[in-house]
Antibody, heavy 120, light 108 residues
């Protein structure tokens, strides 16, 4: 069974840092682009970042550029999101998702999400 | 940046057909994907590449895309279809992944 399991969320103060992890199983992790998508409470979906199979290409939404870093460890079948200089508007459930194709991709499946709350 | 516009809500009686639209400039030239999200759950892909269905998704779910509007059609709507639905495309001009604002489907 293809599965994605996120962890690492929690409560952090503004300006703080957090590292999210996503453990993948049931498929050849190193063969897929991977992504992070977030959803603020009561709001819609917002794409955050993508990473190529070998980590050589990374893309970010403008609002997190310079603050967030996506990475992966194919040996550990794991995806990461390092979040620095966190702001209240980063509060959201963060989902990892497998991207099907390099371009014009859809996301399937998604993990169950991990909640990040940025508040003092 | 590219913008996808969805109606905030759509209501339909059980057994009827629900149509959820996703508007965007020349969206017919892009591949559109649709997700269903029930309360407290992660999104689930229901249609990809405009009109293809993943395995396990009922044939009642279908999609079309032309001109400036893509449409997700749910036939013979059931109470279990009540959820938020999001369209998504890739756009090379700005942020590569764009989601619509979502549509809440209410089954009356």
């Amino acid at each position: 069974e293809v599965q994605l399991v996120e962890s690492g969320g929690g409560l952090v103060q503004p300006g703080g840092s957090l590292r999210l992890s996503c453990a993948a199983s049931g498929f050849t992790f190193s063969s897929y682009w991977m992504s992070w998508v977030r959803q603020a409470p009561g709001k819609g979906l917002e794409w955050v970042a993508n990473i190529k199979q070998d980590g050589s290409e990374k893309y970010y939404v403008d609002s997190v550029k310079g603050r967030f870093t996506i990475s992966r460890d194919n040996a550990k079948n794991s995806l990461y999101l390092q979040m620095n200089s966190l702001r209240a508007e980063d509060t959201a459930v963060y989902y990892c998702a497998r991207a099907q194709r390099a371009a014009a991709a859809w996301f399937d499946p998604w993990g169950q999400g991990t909640l990040v709350t940025v508040s003092s | 940046s590219y913008v996808l516009t969805q109606p905030p809500s759509v209501s339909v009686a059980p057994g009827q057909t629900a149509r959820i639209t996703c508007g965007g400039n020349n969206i017919g030239s892009k591949s559109v994907h649709w997700y269903q999200q029930k309360p407290g759950q992660a999104p689930v892909l229901v249609v990809y590449d405009d009109s293809d269905r993943p395995s396990g998704i009922p044939e009642r779910f279908s999609g079309s895309n032309s001109g400036n509007t893509a449409t997700l059609t749910i036939s013979r709507v059931e109470a279990g279809d009540e959820a938020d639905y999001y369209c998504q495309v890739w756009d090379s001009s700005s942020d590569p992944v764009v989601f619509g604002g979502g549509t809440k489907l209410t089954v009356l």
